[in-house]
């Protein structure tokens, strides 16, 4: 996808969060957008112009009245873009801990590291630059142990860097789900770049999903509320002894967290933070 013209939709929040517009993204996302920018007072959404239905996200939109702030939109055509281009000059390369290098296919001349990462970034989320991407990282870096030789789920997987990441750590076998069909896309081309499609599988769908296996490693950065939502389900999925790694959300968000895993059988081992947003660990009660 090279030029292509899109529609930006400006979605006016109000009153405007990142929480409520991470609440009207994942409702949104039902629909084939294929990015969004938080831009308070708005979030902003692309999609291709002849799949743009104003109806469909109306009514789409209607279903979150009474979640505590209003919602309207506007719609207008943008010139064809380069998106490769504009890759180009917003995705940098980026090295986790010194450990992982996470770079897209025109970085040339990098320094390697120990495991390198190439992202075609598309439309999809996950190239390791928002602090939570990073700090799911580093906790894969830290828990090789955990991850060697055993089966990685990667909730929400988005361009499936950390689903990426955990097979060239050796995991057994890796699966991903996203339920944006262009991440999802976006995640089964990425494995074949980086050469881990034989131990990786990829789907679109949300965690009812997840009964089709249970996993040792489970991995969602998603957001507050969906975690909130799915994370009985995590545990119910997760082998005895299992560990579960969650972010998407703010350091304040801890105790909500911490509660609902822990009524899910799930155990608080650790956490980081970077910048206000926060990364748990947890662990399935043997």
Not at 8 to 18: D, G, H, L, N, T
Not at 28 to 56: H, N, R, T
Not at 101 to 118: C, D, M, P, V
Not at 152 to 168: H, P, Q, R, S
Request: glycine share 6%; net charge negative.
């Amino acid at each position: 996808m090279n030029s292509q013209e899109y529609i930006e939709v400006a979605i006016k929040i109000a009153p405007y969060s990142e929480e409520n517009a991470e609440i009207v993204t994942a409702e949104v996302s039902e629909l084939p957008y294929e990015s969004f920018s938080m831009e308070d007072p708005f979030l902003k959404c692309y999609i291709q112009k002849d799949l743009y239905d104003a109806q469909a996200l109306k009514v789409l939109l209607s279903g979150l009245e009474g979640m505590g702030f209003d919602v309207e939109f506007t719609a207008n055509l943008m010139p064809a873009v380069n998106w490769n281009a504009v890759w180009e000059s917003q995705f940098p390369p980026i090295v986790v801990d010194g450990k992982c290098t996470i770079k897209a296919s025109f970085h040339e001349g990098l320094k390697r590291t120990r495991f390198n990462i190439t992202i075609d970034p598309k439309m999809a989320f996950g190239t390791g630059h928002h602090q939570t991407t990073y700090m799911m990282c580093r906790a894969l870096l830290e828990n090789e142990e955990a991850v060697r030789g055993k089966v990685v789920m990667d909730m929400g997987c988005g361009t499936a860097v950390l689903a990426i990441l955990a097979a060239k750590m050796k995991a057994a076998k890796v699966y991903g789900i996203d339920i944006d069909a262009v991440a999802a896309i976006s995640a089964y081309d990425n494995a074949r770049l980086n050469r881990v499609g034989k131990v990786m599988e990829t789907y679109c769908g949300d965690a009812s999903l997840l009964q089709r296996n249970t996993y040792d490693v489970l991995l969602a950065n998603i957001n507050r509320n969906i975690l909130l939502q799915d994370i009985p389900t995590y545990a119910l999925s997760l082998h005895r002894g299992g560990l579960l790694f969650v972010s998407g959300f703010y350091v304040e968000d801890m105790p909500m967290l911490i509660g609902t895993a822990t009524a899910a059988g799930l155990e608080y081992v650790s956490h980081d933070s970077i910048d206000g947003w926060c990364c748990i660990k947890f662990s399935k009660q043997a």
